[in-house]
């Protein structure tokens, strides 16, 4: 009987461990500069000092948002990328899924925009009616929830069939009957 040292159990869990978390620094990295630097690039280049006071409040309010946005992406995406092969990559994505869905929701203020202008003595109200921008997006977040539901009933299916073959020592598959 072999007896597994400490430093060998160590040392195997480094070497699993490892490129798990690079390729975690290198999605992290790419989610950084795609959701955080460059919308920051792009909120330098609006030239908010030229525009109404009103204006300026209103991108403020949205450079926020897309920061916190960023924040959220960079995260599941890193604990996405380190709990990969484990059922926890799939209950990140189903998270992040739902936090989506409800961020969007907040940050379109359930699809409606509205702001206030002062032209001279009067004030001009802009809406804009985002609804059916903010349904196609929330579908799509509902549809990345699904697939992420059925991979992790794909990853439990796995796994009980390899519990199973390891049991009974069979190397056989399980045919599913074919429909007619």
Known sequence: MMMVTEKEDEKTFLE????RVLKAAVVG???????YLLP???????????????????????????????GIMICFAVAIQLSSGTVF?????????????LYLIFAFDGGLLALNLPVEETV??????????????ILVNLLSLAKSMLEMISFFSRK?????????GEEETVSMPELK
């Open 16 to 19: 699993k461990a490892m490129p």
């Open 40 to 70: 920051t690039l792009l909120f330098s280049m609006l030239p908010t000092e030229s525009l109404p006071p009103e204006f300026g409040s209103f991108f403020s309010r949205y450079e926020n948002l897309v920061y916190v946005f960023a």
């Open 160 to 168: 009980a069939e390899q519990s199973l073959t390891e049991v009974s």
């Open 89 to 101: 990559k799939h209950v990140f994505s189903i998270a992040k899924a739902i936090i989506v869905m």
């Open 29 to 35: 990295i790419t989610a950084f500069f795609l959701y």
């Open 124 to 137: 001009v109200g802009l809406e804009a009616n985002l609804t059916t921008f903010l349904t196609i997006l």
